[in-house]
């Protein structure tokens, strides 16, 4: 399954909504993560090569590890993915 590419601000938008639901240790150990939420995060940093230089990007990735889970989660927070630049 291909992860959700977050940029750090939607990601923290994401996060404290999420908070408002679970308990803040959930976010702490990967494996209770991705039995209850069906995903874990990864933070991207990439480097973007342009012709006058170049500049990282850093991202949050989102890997999903159930269908259901996934889909319940774009229908639920799509619309803070709307501008992901």
Avoid at 43 to 53: F, N, Q, S, V, Y
């Amino acid at each position: 399954m291909k992860p959700v590419v977050l940029s750090v601000s939607q990601w923290q938008v994401i996060r404290s909504e999420l908070q408002t639901e679970h308990p803040r240790t959930l976010f702490m150990l990967r494996d209770k993560m991705k039995i209850v939420l069906g995903f874990t995060v990864r933070e991207h940093t990439e480097w973007i090569a342009k012709p006058d230089g170049g500049y990282s990007k850093h991202s949050i990735r989102l890997d999903f590890y159930s269908e259901r889970k996934y889909t319940m989660f774009l229908l639920k927070f799509s619309e803070h993915m709307e501008d992901n630049t």
